[in-house]
């Protein structure tokens, strides 16, 4: 049904009404109280003037979070997720629960209390022109490739459709326990956390996304979960922990929002035995395949793309082997948001272009870099993922980036950052080089740090250059 | 009944070791470690991890407000209180 939105979905699915839907903080929702609690909320959406404005969603809690959302659909409005540690100032109906209330509070606020839920509303001025932008779509806040927020508009049939695909996946089924702990106001961490398991009837326990490794282990077993999705940042620790933990029945571990480093992801399934994937997406297309770790593949290998996502590649000029991953799949989101409405997504003909550059051999990705990324050594293209990625194969270094740097004769050269375990030496470290790099490849600048900046969600910060 | 002395002592070492602008510094318990570049809320769950092992201290569910463990004095006392 073309029509069904979150709402109805979510109503009809396989959970049924007193079953447990979600566990935030203390408090274990039933599919009942949450369909309720949205009813509620619709009601008071309704009689706010909120034409042209999207629901800015700035709550904390993963489960009300769930209700606000469905409340919106509900009520035909379309969504933003904001991040409520770096509130946005995009324009809206702002809805707050009490863990992101400004002090002093924000007049002129509305406090709902129905339905078990506390709420705060208050309208924003409009930023963004909701022109173009089907009704019920959710909006997700991606930090892109240049550091400003843009909001990635993804239609009710989109999220249904990549929830589903998700849920087959992670074997998500009525009365199967999981536990989530990463960020509900990205578009991953909504399909895996939120969306995925309310229409299949998964309990989910959330736990906080700065949760450390023994957090999960207790929250594993307490909760009986076969499932697991985590941040990149709690598998490297988990693979350092002084002893195993234990983590009960689970069967399944998911890593997602960045690359998981072979290393920790060898470390991890020679102690347990619980499978451990590395999932590959992105807010334009919705989830789109996942690779099991063993820490014997090859680096950037995602695996096999998910039913649904046709891949191909297409060649660019100055790359050898491989190209561009270009896309067709369902669930993919409408476009950007503009001031003036709608923005389009970047395409290829009818393909999206997800500016990674990747291979594609047996029929798994293996992605080496992003097109933009590449760096422009006097007309010589090179990419810093082909660099890093034989800095990382030395065996004293622990981590490494590679960034242009600014150059008078060549224009950009190769500059790497290293995190060494040892005493590593400039002069070894090109030696190494040497023997498996053109020349034109080679890092010009090699600076030694502590640790590359990352992210929260475990990306690395591009920083000045080395100088 | 391990002596806060020592919990101090051990993390004093310990962050010589992860943070090495710390190194040539003498950190006292007071000061506070946003001053190092290395020292981010991931350091701070790393050095929790670390502490668990340690110290055989068992973190607490709740969300971990990793302002509280901006200097190794806080960072001991919680030791010494999940103990």
């Known amino acids: 049904m073309a029509d069904a939105g979150f709402f109805a979905a979510v109503r009809d699915g396989a959970g049924r009404s007193d079953d447990v839907a979600l566990i935030s903080g203390k408090r274990a929702w039933t599919y009942r109280e949450l369909i309720t609690s949205a009813e509620i909320f619709a009601g008071h959406l309704g009689r706010h003037p909120t034409t042209g404005l999207p629901v800015v969603v700035d709550v904390a809690d993963a489960a009300v979070r769930a209700v606000v959302t469905l409340a919106a659909d509900l009520a035909q409005l379309t969504v933003l997720h904001s991040d409520p540690g770096a509130p946005t100032d995009f324009g809206g109906l702002v809805v707050r629960d009490s863990a992101t209330l400004p002090e002093p509070s924000e007049p002129p606020a509305v406090r709902t209390t129905d339905g078990g839920v506390e709420l705060w509303t208050h309208t924003r001025a409009a930023t963004h022109s909701l022109a173009g932008i089907p009704a019920r779509s959710q909006i997700f806040l991606t930090s892109g490739s240049t550091g400003t927020p843009t909001g990635v508009v993804r239609p009710a049939a989109t999220v249904l459709t990549d929830a589903h695909r998700i849920a087959a996946f992670m074997g998500y089924e009525q009365g199967l326990p999981g536990v989530v702990s990463t960020l509900a106001f990205h578009c991953y961490g909504f399909a895996y956390g939120i969306a995925a398991p309310l229409l299949h009837g998964t309990p989910i326990r959330h736990v906080p996304s700065r949760s450390i490794p023994s957090q999960l282990a207790r929250a594993v077993r307490e909760h009986g979960a076969r499932t697991l999705v985590g941040l990149p940042f709690q598998f490297q620790l988990l693979a350092g922990t002084a002893a195993p933990l234990d983590f009960g029945e689970l069967r399944m571990a998911v890593s997602s929002g960045a690359p998981l480093p072979p290393a920790a992801a060898g470390a991890i399934t020679g102690r347990y035995d619980f499978a451990l994937y590395n999932a590959y997406g992105s807010s334009e297309t919705g989830a789109l395949s996942a690779a099991l770790s063993t820490g014997e593949q090859l680096p950037g290998e995602v695996g096999t793309p998910f039913p649904g996502v046709v891949p191909r590649l297409v060649p660019v000029d100055g790359v050898s082997g491989g190209g561009e991953l270009q896309l067709r799949t369902d669930a993919l989101a409408a476009g950007y948001t503009g001031t003036d409405g709608l923005l389009p997504l970047d395409f290829d003909g009818d393909w999206y272009r997800t500016g990674d550059l990747a291979r594609i051999e047996d029929g798994g990705i293996r992605i080496n870099g992003r097109l933009k990324n590449i760096i422009n050594v006097a007309g010589k293209k090179v990419s810093p993922a082909e660099i890093e990625r034989v800095l990382a194969r030395h065996p004293a270094v622990t981590d490494v980036q590679v960034v242009a740097a600014p150059d008078d004769v060549r224009g950009q050269v190769p500059a790497a950052r290293i995190v060494t375990s040892s005493g590593l030496t400039v002069a070894e470290l090109l030696a190494w080089c040497q023997s498996r790099l053109a020349p034109h490849q080679m890092p010009r600048r090699v600076s030694f740090l502590d640790e590359i900046p990352r992210s929260a969600m475990g990306k690395p910060l591009k920083g000045p250059e080395p100088s | ?83």
């Open chain 2, 1 to 83: 009944m391990i002596s806060r002395e020592t919990v101090v002592a051990a993390l004093v070492g310990r962050l010589a070791e992860t943070l090495p602008e710390a190194r040539g510094a003498a950190l006292q318990e007071t000061d506070d470690l946003r001053q190092f570049a290395g020292f981010d809320s991931l350091g701070i769950l790393e050095t929790l991890v670390w502490l668990e092992s340690e110290f055989d201290i068992t973190i607490p569910d709740e969300d971990l407000d990793v302002e509280n463990f901006q200097s190794v004095g806080r960072m001991a006392d919680f030791v010494l209180t999940h103990r």
